[in-house]
T-cell receptor
Framework: AQKVTQTQTSISVMEKTTVTMDCVYE???????LFWYKQTASGEIVFLIR??????ENATVGHYSLNFQKPKSSIGLIITATQIEDSAVYFC??????????????FGLGTTLQVQP | GGIITQTPKFLIGQEGQKLTLKCQQN?????MYWYRQDSGKGLRLIYY???????QKGDLSEGYDASREKKSSFSLTVTSAQKNEMAVFLC???????????????FGEGSRLIVV
């Protein structure tokens, strides 16, 4: 069965620093898709960034980037120049194939990030 | 852009009662999902639907029914509410296919179930 593990329950950093959140996954699929989502204090869950396993380049969107280490089944999220509003819960997720082109996401338990002024 | 609207935001019911949550999306996405979020347990899939009138059970479907009568809407029914079911229920949708934005989920704001 596929599994996503986030070992860091919570992280606290100072504003304007860089933070890395860890995520490891288990899959038998040769091609797969990895995602990071952010859940704000209001409960809203927002898609941040995605890595397709067949792509060698690490995905980057704004001040979010990924550290994709395929041999280690690892997909870390890096946030540079953190801001107070980055304080949230961050979920790592992996697409599990249901049939053909249809998939569902398997989520990790989340990492709470607190950015201090 | 599109939006996913969940109603109601808070659903209060009595133990044993049948309660329904509704979800509407205007992305024109094929697939819709219901996830349950309990504190400290991440998100777990209850039901999903890959097209109108299709229903598929997720990992947590026991005690729930779902209905997808239109492409744009997906409802979830708690068949007999229990106090240990108090959680946040999240609706999501995605387009199909693995290219482009395929399988990227977009979420509603959540509905909190309170059982008294």
């Amino acid at each position: 069965a596929q599994k996503v593990t986030q070992t860091q329950t919570s992280i606290s950093v100072m504003e304007k620093t860089t933070v890395t959140m860890d995520c490891v996954y288990e899959t038998q699929d040769s091609s797969y898709f990895l995602f990071w989502y952010k859940q704000t204090a209001s409960g809203e869950i927002v898609f941040l960034i995605r890595q397709d396993s067949y792509k060698k380049e690490n995905a980057t969107v704004g001040h979010y980037s990924l550290n994709f280490q395929k041999p280690k089944s690892s997909i870390g999220l890096i946030i540079t120049a953190t801001q107070i509003e980055d304080s949230a819960v961050y979920f790592c997720a992996m697409r599990e194939v249901i049939t053909g082109n249809t998939g569902k996401l398997i989520f990790g338990l989340g990492t709470t990030l607190q950015v201090q002024p | 852009g599109g939006i996913i609207t969940q109603t109601p935001k808070f659903l209060i019911g009595q133990e044993g009662q049948k309660l329904t949550l509704k979800c509407q999306q205007n992305f024109n996405h094929d697939t819709m999902y219901w996830y349950r979020q309990d504190s400290g347990k991440g998100l777990r899939l209850i039901y999903y639907s890959i097209t109108e009138n299709d229903l598929q059970k997720g990992d947590l479907s026991e005690g729930y029914d779902a209905s997808r009568e239109k492409k744009s809407s997906f409802s979830l029914t708690v068949t007999s509410a229990q106090k240990n079911e108090m959680a946040v229920f999240l609706c999501a949708s995605s387009i199909e296919g693995t290219g482009g934005g395929g399988n990227t989920l977009y979420f509603g704001e959540g509905s909190r179930l309170i059982v008294v």
